[in-house]
Protein backbone atom coordinates (compact mmCIF):
# COMPACT_ATOMS: atom_id res chain seq x y z
CA UNK A 1 0.00 0.00 0.00
CA UNK A 2 1.24 3.78 -1.17
CA UNK A 3 -1.64 5.73 -0.73
CA UNK A 4 -0.12 9.11 0.63
CA UNK A 5 -1.72 10.40 3.67
CA UNK A 6 -0.77 14.15 2.19
CA UNK A 7 -1.69 13.70 -1.48
CA UNK A 8 -5.40 12.55 0.29
CA UNK A 9 -5.26 15.85 2.53
CA UNK A 10 -4.63 18.17 -0.48
CA UNK A 11 -8.08 17.04 -1.76
CA UNK A 12 -10.20 17.44 0.80
CA UNK A 13 -8.95 20.87 1.02
CA UNK A 14 -9.52 21.80 -2.23
CA UNK A 15 -13.03 20.12 -2.01
CA UNK A 16 -13.23 22.65 1.18
CA UNK A 17 -12.07 25.69 -0.56
CA UNK A 18 -13.54 24.40 -3.61
CA UNK A 19 -10.73 26.14 -5.39
CA UNK A 20 -7.17 25.35 -6.49
CA UNK A 21 -5.35 28.34 -5.83
CA UNK A 22 -6.95 28.85 -2.35
CA UNK A 23 -6.20 25.13 -1.56
CA UNK A 24 -2.73 25.94 -2.51
CA UNK A 25 -2.34 28.87 0.04
CA UNK A 26 -3.79 27.18 2.70
CA UNK A 27 -1.45 24.17 2.22
CA UNK A 28 1.57 25.93 1.24
CA UNK A 29 2.51 24.71 -1.58
CA UNK A 30 2.53 26.42 -5.26
CA UNK A 31 -1.00 25.74 -7.41
CA UNK A 32 1.52 23.73 -9.97
CA UNK A 33 2.48 21.52 -8.00
CA UNK A 34 -0.93 20.98 -6.25
CA UNK A 35 -2.26 20.40 -9.51
CA UNK A 36 0.35 17.61 -10.04
CA UNK A 37 -0.57 15.89 -7.09
CA UNK A 38 -3.72 15.45 -8.35
CA UNK A 39 -2.94 14.42 -11.81
CA UNK A 40 -1.04 12.41 -10.84
CA UNK A 41 -3.77 10.59 -8.63
CA UNK A 42 -5.67 10.91 -11.56
CA UNK A 43 -3.57 9.55 -13.93
CA UNK A 44 -2.96 6.36 -11.76
CA UNK A 45 -6.51 5.02 -10.86
CA UNK A 46 -7.61 6.34 -14.37
CA UNK A 47 -10.52 8.70 -13.42
CA UNK A 48 -11.10 12.73 -12.51
CA UNK A 49 -11.37 13.61 -8.94
CA UNK A 50 -12.26 17.14 -9.74
CA UNK A 51 -13.70 19.10 -12.65
CA UNK A 52 -11.70 21.98 -13.32
CA UNK A 53 -13.69 25.40 -14.15
CA UNK A 54 -14.14 29.16 -14.07
CA UNK A 55 -16.42 28.41 -11.17
CA UNK A 56 -13.53 26.43 -9.28
CA UNK A 57 -13.03 22.91 -8.94
CA UNK A 58 -15.80 20.64 -8.15
CA UNK A 59 -15.36 16.91 -6.84
CA UNK A 60 -17.36 14.09 -10.05
CA UNK A 61 -19.10 11.57 -8.61
CA UNK A 62 -16.61 9.16 -8.40
CA UNK A 63 -14.49 12.18 -6.72
CA UNK A 64 -17.29 12.09 -3.84
CA UNK A 65 -16.48 8.66 -2.71
CA UNK A 66 -13.00 9.08 -3.29
CA UNK A 67 -13.03 11.84 -0.88
CA UNK A 68 -15.31 10.31 1.53
CA UNK A 69 -13.24 8.02 1.83
CA UNK A 70 -9.97 9.82 2.14
CA UNK A 71 -11.56 11.72 4.88
CA UNK A 72 -12.38 8.53 7.33
CA UNK A 73 -8.88 7.60 6.32
CA UNK A 74 -7.36 10.46 7.89
CA UNK A 75 -9.77 10.93 10.60
CA UNK A 76 -8.53 7.22 11.75
CA UNK A 77 -4.77 8.02 10.83
CA UNK A 78 -4.96 10.90 13.19
CA UNK A 79 -6.89 8.58 15.35
CA UNK A 80 -4.26 6.56 15.73
CA UNK A 81 -0.93 8.91 16.11
CA UNK A 82 -2.76 10.36 19.07
CA UNK A 83 -3.13 6.62 20.12
CA UNK A 84 0.62 6.49 19.75
CA UNK A 85 1.53 8.51 21.83
CA UNK A 86 -0.97 7.58 24.44
CA UNK A 87 0.57 4.29 24.13
CA UNK A 88 3.74 5.78 24.64
CA UNK A 89 3.27 7.28 27.99
CA UNK A 90 1.27 4.17 29.29
CA UNK A 91 -1.89 6.07 29.81
CA UNK A 92 -4.00 3.80 26.91
CA UNK A 93 -4.28 0.54 26.00
CA UNK A 94 -4.43 -2.96 28.08
CA UNK A 95 -2.16 -3.97 30.93
CA UNK A 96 -2.81 -7.25 32.63
CA UNK A 97 -0.67 -8.15 35.46
CA UNK A 98 -0.92 -10.62 38.64
CA UNK A 99 -0.70 -10.16 42.35
CA UNK A 100 -0.01 -12.36 45.21
CA UNK A 101 -3.12 -12.07 48.18
CA UNK A 102 -0.43 -9.70 50.17
CA UNK A 103 0.60 -7.20 47.97
CA UNK A 104 -2.73 -7.41 46.85
CA UNK A 105 -3.45 -6.32 50.21
CA UNK A 106 -1.72 -3.67 50.34
CA UNK A 107 -1.56 -2.15 47.25
CA UNK A 108 -4.45 -3.10 44.76
CA UNK A 109 -7.16 -0.63 46.04
CA UNK A 110 -4.92 2.28 45.60
CA UNK A 111 -3.23 1.02 42.94
CA UNK A 112 -6.36 1.38 40.64
CA UNK A 113 -7.61 4.31 42.32
CA UNK A 114 -4.43 6.10 40.98
CA UNK A 115 -3.80 4.65 37.50
CA UNK A 116 -8.05 4.96 36.97
CA UNK A 117 -8.20 8.49 37.41
CA UNK A 118 -4.27 9.19 36.19
CA UNK A 119 -5.10 7.15 33.20
CA UNK A 120 -8.58 6.88 32.26
CA UNK A 121 -8.26 4.54 28.74
CA UNK A 122 -5.97 2.57 30.38
CA UNK A 123 -7.40 -1.28 30.50
CA UNK A 124 -6.29 -3.25 33.90
CA UNK A 125 -6.33 -7.04 34.38
CA UNK A 126 -5.59 -8.20 37.70
CA UNK A 127 -4.82 -11.74 38.61
CA UNK A 128 -4.96 -12.08 42.35
CA UNK A 129 -3.78 -15.70 42.81
CA UNK A 130 -0.70 -17.93 44.56
CA UNK A 131 2.64 -17.21 43.25
CA UNK A 132 2.83 -20.74 41.82
CA UNK A 133 -0.39 -20.38 39.67
CA UNK A 134 0.76 -16.97 38.77
CA UNK A 135 3.93 -17.69 37.37
CA UNK A 136 1.94 -20.07 35.09
CA UNK A 137 -0.06 -17.23 33.83
CA UNK A 138 2.98 -15.44 33.45
CA UNK A 139 4.68 -18.34 30.93
CA UNK A 140 1.48 -18.21 29.25
CA UNK A 141 1.30 -15.20 27.95
CA UNK A 142 -1.81 -14.38 30.32
CA UNK A 143 -0.20 -11.44 32.39
CA UNK A 144 3.09 -9.54 31.64
CA UNK A 145 4.41 -9.39 35.23
CA UNK A 146 3.69 -10.49 38.73
CA UNK A 147 3.94 -8.92 42.03
CA UNK A 148 4.72 -11.09 44.96
CA UNK A 149 7.06 -12.46 47.88
CA UNK A 150 10.29 -13.24 46.35
CA UNK A 151 11.04 -15.95 48.73
CA UNK A 152 7.59 -17.63 47.45
CA UNK A 153 9.29 -18.09 43.90
CA UNK A 154 11.45 -20.63 42.44
CA UNK A 155 14.00 -18.95 40.78
CA UNK A 156 14.62 -20.56 36.42
CA UNK A 157 16.51 -19.53 33.79
CA UNK A 158 13.39 -18.39 32.35
CA UNK A 159 12.33 -15.33 34.54
CA UNK A 160 13.73 -12.16 35.81
CA UNK A 161 13.15 -10.99 39.52
CA UNK A 162 13.39 -7.16 40.78
CA UNK A 163 13.05 -6.63 44.29
CA UNK A 164 10.82 -3.65 45.30
CA UNK A 165 10.95 -2.88 48.42
CA UNK A 166 10.81 -4.94 52.13
CA UNK A 167 7.61 -5.53 53.96
CA UNK A 168 7.73 -6.14 57.43
CA UNK A 169 5.78 -8.69 59.32
CA UNK A 170 4.43 -8.80 62.71
CA UNK A 171 2.09 -10.49 64.92
CA UNK A 172 -1.30 -9.30 64.78
CA UNK A 173 -3.87 -9.43 67.83
CA UNK A 174 -7.58 -7.71 68.47
CA UNK A 175 -7.15 -5.29 70.89
CA UNK A 176 -8.81 -6.92 73.91
CA UNK A 177 -6.83 -10.21 73.29
CA UNK A 178 -5.78 -11.57 76.59
CA UNK A 179 -1.79 -11.35 75.02
CA UNK A 180 -2.37 -7.96 74.04
CA UNK A 181 -0.04 -5.11 75.83
CA UNK A 182 1.65 -8.15 77.73
CA UNK A 183 5.47 -8.04 77.77
CA UNK A 184 8.02 -10.98 78.05
CA UNK A 185 6.04 -13.02 75.37
CA UNK A 186 6.93 -16.21 73.82
CA UNK A 187 6.15 -18.51 71.37
CA UNK A 188 4.36 -20.57 74.08
CA UNK A 189 2.13 -18.50 74.90
CA UNK A 190 1.48 -17.36 71.41
CA UNK A 191 0.52 -21.07 70.02
CA UNK A 192 -2.11 -21.36 72.85
CA UNK A 193 -4.08 -19.54 70.82
CA UNK A 194 -5.52 -20.19 67.52
CA UNK A 195 -3.56 -18.89 64.42
CA UNK A 196 -4.53 -17.03 61.50
CA UNK A 197 -2.57 -18.21 58.40
CA UNK A 198 -1.95 -16.39 55.16
CA UNK A 199 -0.63 -18.24 51.91
CA UNK A 200 2.54 -16.23 53.12
CA UNK A 201 6.00 -18.41 53.29
CA UNK A 202 6.87 -16.54 56.68
CA UNK A 203 3.40 -17.48 58.16
CA UNK A 204 3.53 -21.24 57.31
CA UNK A 205 7.46 -21.06 58.78
CA UNK A 206 6.02 -19.94 62.23
CA UNK A 207 2.86 -22.84 61.87
CA UNK A 208 5.96 -25.37 61.46
CA UNK A 209 7.53 -23.88 63.87
CA UNK A 210 4.33 -24.33 66.11
CA UNK A 211 3.35 -27.99 65.63
CA UNK A 212 2.75 -28.63 69.43
CA UNK A 213 0.17 -25.27 69.00
CA UNK A 214 -3.33 -26.91 71.16
CA UNK A 215 -5.48 -24.28 69.64
CA UNK A 216 -6.36 -24.21 65.60
CA UNK A 217 -5.46 -22.39 62.26
CA UNK A 218 -7.20 -20.93 59.48
CA UNK A 219 -5.30 -20.58 56.17
CA UNK A 220 -7.12 -18.47 53.96
CA UNK A 221 -5.72 -16.22 51.16
CA UNK A 222 -8.43 -13.44 51.85
CA UNK A 223 -6.77 -11.07 53.91
CA UNK A 224 -9.86 -9.12 54.43
CA UNK A 225 -11.45 -12.26 55.75
CA UNK A 226 -8.68 -13.13 57.92
CA UNK A 227 -8.77 -9.44 59.65
CA UNK A 228 -12.19 -10.21 60.65
CA UNK A 229 -11.37 -13.42 61.80
CA UNK A 230 -8.45 -11.67 64.21
CA UNK A 231 -10.77 -8.72 65.36
CA UNK A 232 -13.70 -10.80 66.04
CA UNK A 233 -11.89 -13.47 67.98
CA UNK A 234 -8.65 -14.53 69.55
CA UNK A 235 -6.95 -15.77 66.51
CA UNK A 236 -3.27 -14.93 66.06
CA UNK A 237 -1.91 -13.53 62.81
CA UNK A 238 1.25 -12.88 61.28
CA UNK A 239 0.95 -9.90 58.26
CA UNK A 240 2.26 -6.86 57.50
CA UNK A 241 1.09 -3.78 60.08
CA UNK A 242 1.06 -1.49 56.82
CA UNK A 243 -2.10 -3.69 55.78
CA UNK A 244 -4.02 -2.75 58.81
CA UNK A 245 -2.47 0.76 60.07
CA UNK A 246 -5.69 2.30 60.06
CA UNK A 247 -7.29 -0.62 62.85
CA UNK A 248 -4.12 0.06 64.77
CA UNK A 249 -3.75 3.35 64.81
CA UNK A 250 -7.48 3.03 65.69
CA UNK A 251 -6.50 0.61 68.69
CA UNK A 252 -8.56 -2.08 66.99
CA UNK A 253 -5.64 -4.12 66.47
CA UNK A 254 -2.50 -4.37 68.31
CA UNK A 255 1.07 -5.90 67.93
CA UNK A 256 2.51 -8.32 69.89
CA UNK A 257 5.81 -8.37 71.28
CA UNK A 258 7.59 -12.02 70.95
CA UNK A 259 10.71 -12.54 72.46
CA UNK A 260 11.78 -15.50 70.96
CA UNK A 261 10.09 -14.88 67.58
CA UNK A 262 12.38 -12.78 65.25
CA UNK A 263 11.18 -10.21 63.40
CA UNK A 264 10.53 -10.58 59.93
CA UNK A 265 10.91 -8.74 56.57
CA UNK A 266 9.42 -9.96 53.25
CA UNK A 267 10.70 -8.74 50.05
CA UNK A 268 8.18 -8.11 47.21
CA UNK A 269 9.62 -8.23 44.12
CA UNK A 270 8.00 -7.95 40.09
CA UNK A 271 8.77 -11.17 38.26
CA UNK A 272 9.08 -10.92 34.33
CA UNK A 273 10.16 -13.01 31.55
CA UNK A 274 13.79 -13.21 30.67
CA UNK A 275 14.20 -10.67 27.19
CA UNK A 276 11.06 -9.08 27.43
CA UNK A 277 10.47 -5.27 27.24
CA UNK A 278 7.99 -4.22 29.61
CA UNK A 279 5.35 -1.70 28.24
CA UNK A 280 4.61 1.75 29.10
CA UNK A 281 1.56 1.27 31.19
CA UNK A 282 3.26 -2.24 32.87
CA UNK A 283 6.35 0.10 34.01
CA UNK A 284 3.59 2.54 35.15
CA UNK A 285 2.11 0.31 37.22
CA UNK A 286 5.26 -1.27 38.62
CA UNK A 287 6.61 2.18 39.52
CA UNK A 288 2.75 2.65 41.56
CA UNK A 289 3.10 -0.57 43.02
CA UNK A 290 6.85 0.28 44.78
CA UNK A 291 5.88 3.82 45.90
CA UNK A 292 2.46 2.24 47.41
CA UNK A 293 4.24 -0.33 49.39
CA UNK A 294 7.15 2.06 50.42
CA UNK A 295 4.21 4.31 52.44
Known sequence: MDVDLAKLNHLLVIARTGSFSRAAEELRITQPALSRSVAALEQRFGFRIFERGRGGAAPTAVGALVLADAEALLRDARSLEQNLHLYARGEAGKVAFGMGPLIASLTLRKLAAQMMAARPQLQIRCSVKSADVLLRELADGEIEMLFCATEQITRTPEIAIQPLQAV??????????????????????????????????????????????????????????????????????????????????????????????????SEIGVVRLKGRTSSPAASAVTACVAELIAG
Not at 210 to 227: K, M, P, Q, T, V
Not at 239 to 248: G, T
Open 168 to 265: TLAMIVRAGHPLAGKTGLTLADVVAYPIAHSAHAAAEELHAESRFARGGALFCDNYEILRQVVLDGDAVWMSSPQMVADDLAAGRLALLDVADIPARR
